[in-house]
T-cell receptor
Framework: DTGVSQDPRHKITKRGQNVTFRCDPI?????LYWYRQTLGQGPEFLTY????????KSRLLSDRFSAERPKGSFSTLEIQRTEQGDSAMYLC?????????????FGPGTRLTVT | AQSVTQLDSHVSVSEGTPVLLRCNYS??????LFWYVQHPNKGLQLLLK??????LVKGINGFEAEFKKSETSFHLTKPSAHMSDAAEYFC???????????FGSGTRLLVRP
């Protein structure tokens, strides 16, 4: 068990640019979640996958955001035409569907700064 | 709809004294409740979880929480604070079929020497 990994750990971009983040879950976990955490707040749910199917998306996930999990393993989160309000920590978590499926393991996060 | 309210944004204690971090929840389902800890520049770590078994839940590093349905509370306690406990603590609820987590706004625990 190598844990959930995320890449990059930090990203600085200019407003209007596109960015893509990657998440590698724990290998036997078939559920993968994305959350966003802004300064001084708790993480907020964005979306989740079971295997390669994206089953739920938050209203926070505007049409500039897209997430994929093409082979049911790693996932990518892309933000197009970034805005300063997108600056946040983007967290990935994974879990299994077997019991205890509610226990999510988090990666270290990708900190995005939009200038 | 599910939600959690953490009643204190900051708690300051002296090393060796008890810790109490307060959390109230709201859920139309039978909830699963968690406490996560986030140390600076580190990922979120699960401290403990309640999933409709024993109402008093023991977690890592000496932390405990008690589920009280009548009070809709899930307060986190520790008998004796250690300097290494200084961190941000999140109360979390889950219960619908997606198992997505709903986080509180966090309580920052400061431990004075």
């Amino acid at each position: 068990d190598t844990g959930v990994s995320q890449d990059p750990r930090h990203k600085i971009t200019k407003r209007g640019q596109n960015v893509t983040f990657r998440c590698d879950p724990i290998s036997e976990h078939n559920r993968l979640y994305w959350y966003r955490q802004t300064l001084g707040q708790g993480p907020e749910f964005l979306t989740y996958f079971q295997n390669e199917a994206q089953l739920e998306k938050s209203r926070l996930l505007s049409d500039r955001f897209s997430a994929e999990r093409p082979k049911g393993s790693f996932s990518t989160l892309e933000i197009q035409r970034t805005e300063q309000g997108d600056s946040a920590m983007y967290l990935c978590a994974s879990s299994s569907t077997g019991r205890p499926s509610y226990e999510q393991y988090f990666g270290p996060g990708t900190r995005l700064t939009v200038t | 709809a599910q939600s959690v309210t953490q009643l204190d944004s900051h708690v300051s204690v002296s090393e060796g004294t008890p810790v109490l971090l307060r959390c109230n929840y709201s859920s139309s389902y039978s909830p699963s409740l968690f406490w996560y800890v986030q140390h600076p520049n580190k990922g979120l770590q699960l401290l403990l979880k309640y999933t409709s078994a024993a109402t008093l839940v023991k977690g890592i590093n000496g932390f405990e929480a008690e589920f009280k349905k009548s009070e809709t509370s899930f307060h986190l306690t520790k008998p004796s604070a250690h300097m290494s406990d200084a961190a941000e603590y999140f109360c979390v609820v889950s219960g619908d079929s997606s198992y997505k987590l709903i986080f509180g706004s966090g309580t920052r625990l400061l431990v004075r020497p």
